[in-house]
């Protein structure tokens, strides 16, 4: 009895301390004294320039990373289990990296390494390359940096979830019945960790549609980045985008963690 | 569809898990690879199967080399010690994984998958998922699995390890059933040596990567080529005796030897079997103990002179034989092995 009336006094609490925040930041947004109850805050966030451009960027930044991320992190991890358990402590280490190390940084290296070579360089393909990855449109160095970034959240829940699967015997069986290793990886591998692919891929997205330093330092207008350009001077504007992209956000995770589940 | 394994060498950083084991297995026949813990059996199979590569020496299969041919493109199904089902699979699909990796149609796939679930008994368990099973169920699977694209090859890695005793039996008699019927050339391993000696057509002995002997399980079990065979399969009494010329005095009988013996002291390896116990009131021995098993009984005996000895007995003698009572021992008059004296307490005297 007396463990759930604590269950419950707990709940309420955490329960109070963040909705009420929530709640207030809603009323605010919808309500103002001199209009009444109004949606206009959500309207001038839809209608506001770069909206739709900055978020589908984003987005689609996101998509990259989770993507590249789990092509890096998953056969890492198997090759690490399958071939040579001795280099975890190794891989564990490297990925943990990107933590300790302050973004500001990677931004002074990344701008450096960029701003290398002279014109004598133009006409190569090198220096296209390095032209192309900063498309403002889709900067691709931006997803590499972001890559890194995301890399100890994704090796974390990859790792958790191969944990609770014996990979040896599952991959020796899909060998033995004729699989490649490409089959193996996403018929075999990839099913049976679907909540931590599903984990992986939110943390990933999360990071991205919440990272500033980075995208603002390059001068690259990312969700992110816009919200603190449009939201200066329009105290109930700014508000609104916070709830807009908490709501979004959570719209997200409700989704992969449905997917996650389905699997069992 | 023979296996040849030729000369396979393969060493683990300091220890050696092969170190030249040579067998061949004939078509259609069950081999059970035998051994204690660590001797081999799994390095040697996963060498057949393709997830080991021998250091040295190879794998044939139907008389092509295989040896570096990736474990996809082997003809061998294989059946693991521990559940190996696709969790996310059902039972259907797990069975037909093999044919929809090569691209099969559907429909085949699940008459294919039937038939095989048929095969194993586990006819309506297709939709299952392999949580919704129990141990021995799931293994069945896995041999459905393996069998379902016709391998050349049936590999089982002490696929019963897992299981308690009487499915352990159930099951074994199936596979020996199923094998028989698809006449399928199969490796068994198994370190439970009542296992080896039911199932297989000949039995291979496994020492520390080394093969000790393969024969059929009777020639294993009453003529072991070693002394490691025969104390590793079966149980073997040490008896201290004396060699004089072609025979062994153990016991103040006269013996023929089996082979040459190491010395003139030797161990005489008897079987409990072949030792045979009497009452009698001024024996010279007496019953210690006995454990009943059914059809026999196994007695352990103190001898006077010190040292013990365990014959095995008929079940309905158990009740006149127990323990306390004295006893004669005498030996079944055979030729026998011996080996190296060991240090047996008991000295040198007749017991009857
Ligand atoms: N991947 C490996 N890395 C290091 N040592 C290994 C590896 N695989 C096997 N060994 C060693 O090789 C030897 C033989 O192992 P193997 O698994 O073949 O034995 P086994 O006969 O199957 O034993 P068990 O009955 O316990 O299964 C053992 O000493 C084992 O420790
Ligand atoms: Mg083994």
Known sequence: MAGVTWRRVTLGVAGVYFLVPLAISVWFTVYNETQGFSLGAYGRIVSAPGFTESLVKSLLLGAAVIVLVLLLALPALLAVRLGAPGLRPVLETITTLPLIVPPITYVVGIAN???????????????????????????????????????????????????????????????????????????????????????????????????????????????????????????????ALSVLSLGLIWLLLLTLSGAGRKSK | ????????????????????????????????????????????????????????????????????????????????????????????????FGLRVRRRPTDERHSRAAELLELVGLGGFGERYPHQLSGGQQQRVALARALALQPKVLLLDEPLSALDAKVRVNLREEIRRLQLELGITT??????????????????????????????????????????????????????????????????????????????????????????VTPAGDGRAFILASSFRGSIARLRIQLDGGGEVLADVPGHEAVRLAPGLKVDVTLVERPVLTAPRTAVAAPVEPVA
């Not at chain 1, 498309?135 to 974390?156: G, I, K, Q, S």
């Not at chain 2, 060498?9 to 690879?33: K, M, N, Y």
């Not at chain 2, 057949?48 to 794998?59: K, M």
Request: glycine share 8%; net charge negative; charged share 20%.
């Open chain 1, 113 to 239: 390494a960029l701003r290398g070579g002279t014109d004598a360089l133009a006409a190569t393909p090198f220096w296209q390359t390095l032209i192309s990855i900063q498309d403002e449109n889709f900067p691709v160095v931006l997803v590499l940096a972001y890559v890194m970034l995301a890399l100890p959240f994704a090796y974390r829940s990859l790792d958790t979830g191969l944990r609770a699967v014996d990979v040896r015997t599952l991959v020796e069986a899909a060998r033995n019945l004729g699989a490649s290793w490409p089959y193996v990886l996403f018929r075999v591998i990839l099913p049976n960790l679907r909540s931590a692919v599903a984990s992986a891929s939110f943390l990933s997205l999360a990071l991205v549609m919440g990272e500033y330093t980075i995208a603002a330092l390059m001068g690259y207008r990312t969700f992110p980045v816009w919200i603190v350009t449009i939201s200066g001077n329009d105290g109930q504007l700014s508000v």
């Open chain 2, 187 to 276: 490796i068994f391993v198994t370190h439970d040596q009542e296992e080896a000696l039911s199932v297989a057509d000949r039995v291979a002995v496994l020492k520390s990567g080394r093969l000790e002997q393969v024969a059929p399980p009777a020639e294993v079990y009453d003529r072991p080529a070693t002394p490691f065979v025969a104390e590793f399969v079966g149980t073997m009494n040490h008896l201290p005796g004396r060699v004089s010329g072609e025979t062994v005095e153990v016991f103040g009988q006269f013996l023929p030897l089996d082979g040459a013996a190491p010395g003139e002291e030797v161990d005489v390896l008897v079987r409990p079997e072949a030792v045979r």
């Open chain 2, 1 to 96: 569809m023979t296996v040849e394994l030729r000369e396979l060498r393969r060493s683990f950083g300091g220890t050696v898990a092969l170190d030249g084991l040579s067998l061949t297995i004939e078509q259609g026949e069950l081999i059970a690879f035998l051994g204690p813990s660590g001797c081999g059996k799994t390095t040697a199979l996963r060498c057949v199967a393709g997830f080991e590569r021998p250091d040295t020496g190879a794998v044939f299969i139907d008389g092509a080399d295989v040896t570096r041919v990736p474990a996809n493109r082997r003809d061998a199904g294989m059946v693991f010690q521990s559940y190996s089902l696709f969790p996310n699979l059902n039972v259907r699909d797990n069975v037909a």
